[in-house]
């Protein structure tokens, strides 16, 4: 079946750092990638998504590309701050689990200290 | 912009009593889904309703059942609490009109069974 694989954290960054959160997935067909991010207390916000293969999701300076060559989606961010600090989340739809059913990983805590 | 709305946002019940959380999705969204997010765990999907009627299923208890109303918003009913069934649970809404709709989450009800 479908899956998201989500490199492990905590990943612990000094402001100003370059941020590389690496997703790969398993689906058919052709599934749309998302990266949502949870902040402490709160629920999942998306952050950016891309629908089809080479599209690039961008949003608050974090860029993610849809690679299928290499069933990829990392997520990067030139220079991170201290308000980045979260837990992100990759996430898959519409591949052979249904149009309609979202399947998350693991999620990746981020730390960014001053 | 309005967003998904649940209550309560924190709930303590003791173990083999019942909990009913409730969700009120964006305006015009006709998707409701419910996940279950353990500590330090990615959301677990548990079910989705479309229109009104169930549209998936996940790893949802026989204990837990869960209808969307006449109104979109949605009760998830959970009986014979146990004590591993203390987590975080989100719902979310899309709107399945639009391919590949993001889900917009809610922050989530705390339930703490002891």
């Known amino acids: 079946g479908d899956s998201v694989t989500q490199m492990e954290g905590p990943v612990t960054l000094s402001e100003e750092a370059f941020l590389t959160i690496n997703c790969t997935y398993t689906?058919?067909?052709?599934?749309?990638l998302f990266w949502y991010v949870q902040y402490p207390g709160e629920g999942l916000q998306l952050l950016l998504k891309?629908?089809?293969?080479?599209d690039k999701g961008s949003n608050k300076g974090f860029e993610a590309t849809y690679r299928k060559e290499t069933t990829s989606f990392h997520l990067e961010k030139g220079s991170v701050q201290v308000s980045d600090s979260a837990v992100y989340f990759c996430?898959?739809?519409?591949?052979?689990?249904?149009?309609?059913?979202?399947?998350f990983g693991t999620g990746t805590r981020l730390k960014v200290l001053a | 912009a309005a967003g998904v709305i649940q209550s309560p946002r924190h709930l303590i019940k003791e173990k083999r009593e019942t909990a009913t959380l409730k969700c009120y999705p964006i305006p015009r969204h006709d998707t409701v889904y419910w996940y279950q997010q353990g500590p330090g765990q990615d959301p677990q999907f548990l079910i989705s309703?479309?229109?009104?009627?169930?549209?998936d299923k996940g790893s949802i208890p026989d204990r837990f059942s869960a209808q969307q109303f006449s109104d979109y918003h949605s009760e998830l009913n959970m009986s014979s609490l146990e004590l591993g069934d203390s987590a975080l649970y989100f719902c979310a809404s899309s709107l399945r009109t639009v391919v590949n709709s993001p889900l917009h989450f809610g922050n989530g009800t705390r339930l703490t069974v002891t």
């Open positions: 309703f479309y229109e009104k009627m169930q549209s």
């Open positions: 891309a629908t089809k293969a080479d």
């Open positions: 689906a058919t067909g052709y599934p749309s």
């Open positions: 996430a898959l739809s519409g591949g052979a689990s249904g149009t309609y059913k979202y399947i």
